[in-house]
């Protein structure tokens, strides 16, 4: 299995600032930003009232099955889209034996629980005795709620659902490595293709942050206090999922590939000093069998608040020394979570093929080594070396 | 009481359309949830639930899975097939076997199959 190697054939994604990747970069070119008030529910109590939603789209024309829409949070409706897409892109063929094979492996970093059917519930219960008391949740709460209610919350939807709605029967798995998953699921989804498990996977993230139970809890660990030299943190939602292919296989179909996956590295650890972040990027390095000068760029999905910055750049000046480095996700888009890794290689990817070089959103140049990280919340690190393709 | 059946029906119809996720206009009185209308098992769950909510009432979990047939044995189970044959004759009965059997019981559930047990339930709570 050694000569098997993994190429991205197609890419889709789904942002506050377009329903398309297409529409998202022609936002990003024409200096838009999604970044307003929150409407998806009141956020005017928090120290950051503002979100970036996506806003005014159907997610019916991308459900083969409409039924199942009443199964989804937000998170799995735009993974599918993204995957949909996905696979137009990369021509992926409709028939059966195409998807009986078809993996899925999406990253997402948790649902909202629904918290607007959940609060409901849990006004029957002004003493919280529900708290301590399993059966009292049970009877109160849990009576009170759609039996359906845990079926959308479970955290292996997004991947289950991209399952469902595409007919893709091959390997269906979920990371959940926080803000870092989505990249890490596309650095899985290589290994099946690797080892041989699977000749393609739709892989990639999903996420929102626009929802009550996150705002709460980046309010309590103080990141909207926070403002760093990148702007501040701005929840956001979203997905991007690439369509991953062996090499050989992508070429009998006669697709020309964005990029090959070279190396990917995944750690945990702590974030502090970049520890986890550098050993991923020597990791990542050391699988793809380059070396540091051989990068053109590096694009790092992290929030922008100080201490992901800082090991950001730490971990650059480390490891990689002078390379390009875009090391703060894109302020206009907010920060999509588990879903901001596999964006930030759609979107360089897109402008990649494009043979677009302007601005600091869109600086990779064909055939480009690019180092795409992302980091999570607990100092989880992935890294994916991505050299992009000539066309032939 | 006049103005209720009709009442009653739409309601239902609306909340079947709602779950199943079909156009208002698809839900008719004759149509089999399962075969005419998408339905998995798990949608069963989800309509109990939203009747219990819209009529305030408990439903308990087999009790619409029954419907009128009486699914203890083959016998009871032919006989209520019999008898439904003889009162449900615009249902399409070509989407079922000849000889149903207990698994194939729900496919005989249809929007009027809800609308009867509800109208039975909402009788007999008014009635006590």
Wanted: net charge negative.
């Amino acid at each position: 299995m050694d000569d098997r190697r993994v190429v991205v054939t197609g890419v889709g994604a789904i942002t506050p600032l377009g329903t398309t990747l297409r529409a998202t970069l022609e936002a990003l070119a024409a200096g838009r930003s999604a970044v307003a008030p929150a409407k998806l529910f009141d956020a005017s109590g928090f120290s950051c009232a503002d979100a970036a939603e996506i806003r005014d789209w159907d997610a019916r024309p991308a459900f083969n099955i409409p039924k199942a829409l009443k199964l989804t949070d937000r998170p799995a409706r735009f993974a599918v889209a993204a995957a949909q897409m996905a696979l137009a892109d990369a021509n992926w063929p409709a028939d059966r034996a195409a998807r009986d094979t078809l993996g899925v492996a999406i990253g997402s970093s948790g649902s909202d629980l629904q918290a607007r059917d959940l609060g409901r519930a849990l006004a029957h219960d002004p003493l919280a005795e529900s708290a301590t008391d399993v059966a009292v949740f049970a009877d109160r709460i849990l009576g009170r709620l759609n039996p359906l209610w845990l079926l959308v919350s479970l955290p292996n939807m997004c991947s289950a659902h991209v399952g469902i709605q595409l007919s893709a029967r091959g390997p269906n798995s979920t990371i959940m490595s926080d803000w870092a998953a989505g990249l890490q699921a596309v650095g899985e989804a290589a290994e099946w293709i690797r080892c041989g498990e699977a000749d393609a996977v739709l892989a990639g993230g999903a996420d929102s942050g626009v929802q009550p139970f996150a705002y709460a809890a980046y309010e309590q660990a103080r990141l909207f206090a926070d403002g760093s030299s990148g702007g501040r943190f701005v929840p956001s939602e979203g997905a991007a999922v690439l369509l991953l292919e062996e090499r050989d296989a992508a070429r009998r179909r006669g697709v020309q590939p964005y990029a090959e996956l070279q190396g990917y590295a995944a750690r945990g650890g702590s974030c502090e000093g970049g520890d986890s972040l550098a050993a991923a990027f020597r990791d990542a390095l050391s699988a793809a069998g380059w070396q540091a000068r051989d990068v053109s760029l590096c694009t790092v999905a992290a929030p922008p608040i100080t201490a992901f910055e800082r090991t950001a750049r730490s971990a650059i000046e480390t490891v990689l020394g002078n390379v390009q480095a875009r090391a703060v996700f894109e302020p206009k888009l907010g920060h999509p979570l588990a879903a901001a890794g596999p964006l930030d290689v759609a979107l360089t990817l897109t402008c990649n093929r494009a043979g677009r070089g302007q601005g600091a959103a869109t600086p990779a140049t064909m055939a480009a080594r690019v180092l795409a990280s992302a980091i999570g919340f607990s100092g989880e690190a992935v890294v994916l070396a991505l050299e992009g393709q000539q066309p032939s | 009481m006049s103005g209720e059946p009709a009442d009653l029906e739409t309601r239902v119809k609306h909340i079947v359309a709602g779950a199943l996720d079909v156009p208002v206009e698809r839900v008719h009185n004759h149509a089999s949830l399962i075969n005419d209308l998408g339905a998995e098992s798990i949608d069963f769950v989800d309509i109990v639930f939203r009747l219990e909510s819209a009529f305030g009432i408990e439903i308990s979990e087999d009790d619409i899975w029954k419907g009128s047939i009486d699914p203890s044995s083959e016998a009871t189970i032919a006989a209520g097939v019999e008898r439904l044959r003889a009162t449900m004759p615009e249902f399409r009965w070509e989407t079922v076997p000849a000889k149903i059997t207990r698994a194939e019981l729900p496919a005989l559930i249809t929007v009027r199959t809800i609308t009867d047990y509800m109208r039975k339930r909402l009788e007999s709570a008014a009635a006590s």
